[in-house]
C-alpha cells in the first residue's frame, strides 16, 4: 500500500511562501497521479494541483500562477511551491495519490499540513 507523509507547512504573512512536501512509501514514478488537496474549516476539500507520472501538471484556477506541484522522483517526494499567499489559501493541504496499479486501491492520502495565511 501507500502512505504518504507532508511536512512543510506552518504559519506565514500574506505575500510570504511556503512549500509543502510529501514523501510517499511507494516510487513514485510508478503511481499515476499525485496530487495536493485543501480543506479550509466549513468547506468541502478541493483540488490544488496535481501531477502525473509523465509531467503533465494541472491547477485550480485561484493558485494559477502562484503555486508549482513538482517531484523529485529520487526522493520519491512531491512538493507544492506556494507563493503569493492570500489569506483565502488557509487550510489543511492533503497529499493524496490514484496509483492506478492492480492490487491497490485507488487512492491515498495524507494526514495534511495545516497552513495558515495571517499577519
Known amino acids: 500500500q501507500v502512505q504518504l507523509v507532508e511536512s512543510g507547512g506552518g504559519l506565514v504573512q500574506p505575500g510570504g511562501s511556503l512549500r509543502l512536501s510529501c514523501v510517499a512509501s511507494?516510487?513514485?514514478?510508478?503511481?499515476?497521479?499525485m496530487g495536493w488537496y485543501r480543506q479550509a474549516p466549513g468547506k468541502e476539500r478541493e483540488l490544488v494541483a496535481i501531477i502525473t507520472s509523465g509531467g503533465t501538471t494541472d491547477y485550480a484556477d485561484s493558485v494559477k500562477g502562484r503555486f508549482t506541484i513538482s517531484r523529485d522522483d529520487v526522493k520519491n517526494t512531491v512538493y507544492l511551491r506556494m507563493n503569493s499567499l492570500k489569506p483565502e489559501d488557509a487550510a489543511v493541504y492533503y497529499c493524496?495519490?490514484?496509483?492506478?496499479?492492480?492490487?491497490?486501491?485507488?487512492?491515498?492520502w495524507g494526514q495534511g499540513a495545516q497552513v495558515t495565511v495571517s499577519s
Open positions: 493524496h495519490a490514484r496509483p492506478g496499479i492492480p492490487g491497490f486501491r485507488n487512492e491515498y
Open positions: 511507494l516510487s513514485i514514478n510508478s503511481i499515476k497521479v
